[in-house]
């Protein structure tokens, strides 16, 4: 069993990554530090120690903002609280690999980019539907979570080809579908993920791609609603290089945005819908 500081650790050191295990995770750590504290108070400064940890995570803030909300004063119910969370973020997981899978039709070739639990759940379900497909998923500098998704597709036996990030368009003109996941949803429908997904989106776009965003609604931000921007998180540029020079100035940011306009609609566990419909009825369910 991994301690609160462990679980921090990976979270920050991208160890545990993916808007969906990064959720998880943080309401695992919140409900280890709940044996540790004498009440809701004092658990609430961990939650937010939690939040800081990734930025960009409005799924990590919505399930811990949920946690808070369901324990008790004493938080004797923390573990029925926990297990009930865990338990219908995975139904509602579920439920997008099935609907999911029906958006790939036998035969296709679908580009994917970075690792989205989503994604490869929904190809997974697909493939053990009996249609069969290929994968083309570039690699996603500078943590390689394409390695990822790489690794767990083809133990599956999916076949994947992989790249480097920069012959995205030699291969993205050979696919007919384009997958990918979210870490936040804004109150306009635009879509937040791993940097370079606004680009694959566009040349998406150029080559007539179907474009889906494959993602469960707790990544919405509320917060958005009323006007506050998604803030963009930029990792240590130590990623990138360790090269120093007064004259070099290294960015590392670790999203970027996707327009509702370039993508075809949001797969999401409450059916294949447009980014409008998608934002309207979590407005219902979040806001
Ligand atoms: C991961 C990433 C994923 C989303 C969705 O970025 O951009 O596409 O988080 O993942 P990082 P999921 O590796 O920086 O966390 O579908 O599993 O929620």
């Known amino acids: 069993m991994q301690s609160f500081d462990e679980i921090i650790l990976d979270i920050k050191s991208l160890k545990i990554q993916g808007a969906t295990d990064v959720a998880l995770s943080a309401i695992l750590a919140l409900n280890i530090k709940s044996k540790e504290v004498k009440g809701k108070n004092e658990l609430l400064s961990f939650a937010k120690i939690i939040e800081e940890t990734r930025p960009t995570e409005p799924g990590m803030r919505n399930l811990l903002t949920l946690y808070m909300k369901k324990v008790s004063d004493n938080l004797e119910n923390s573990d029925e609280v926990y297990e009930q969370i865990v338990s219908d973020v995975k139904n509602s997981a579920k439920k997008i690999y099935e609907i999911g899978s029906h958006v790939i039709k036998d035969g296709a070739s679908i580009f994917t980019v970075c690792h989205s639990s989503n994604v490869v759940g929904i190809m997974k379900k697909a ?22 998704t790489a690794k ?39 879509i937040i993920n791993k940097v370079g997904t606004h680009n694959y989106a566009e040349l998406s776009k150029r080559f007539d791609l179907t474009t889906y965003c494959c993602t469960s609604s707790i990544k919405f931000n509320s917060k958005t609603y009323i006007g506050e921007e998604e803030e963009i998180e930029y990792r240590d540029s130590i990623e990138v290089w360790d090269f120093q020079n007064p004259n070099l100035k290294i960015l590392n940011p670790a999203f970027d945005k996707v327009e509702k306009e ?13 980014p409008v419909e998608f934002v309207n009825k979590a407005i219902e369910n979040y806001a």
């Open 127 to 148: 493939w053990e539907s009996g249609k069969r497909f290929q994968v083309f998923n570039a690699e996603t500098r500078p943590h390689f979570q394409g390695r990822k």
């Open 152 to 190: 767990e597709l083809t133990e599956f036996g999916i076949p994947v080809t992989h790249f480097v990030d920069n012959a995205a368009y030699r291969y993205i003109k050979k696919c007919d579908l384009f997958m990918f996941g979210a870490d936040s949803i804004n109150s306009m429908g635009d």
């Open 262 to 274: 370039s993508v075809d609609g949001i797969i999401c566990e409450w059916g294949v819908m447009s």
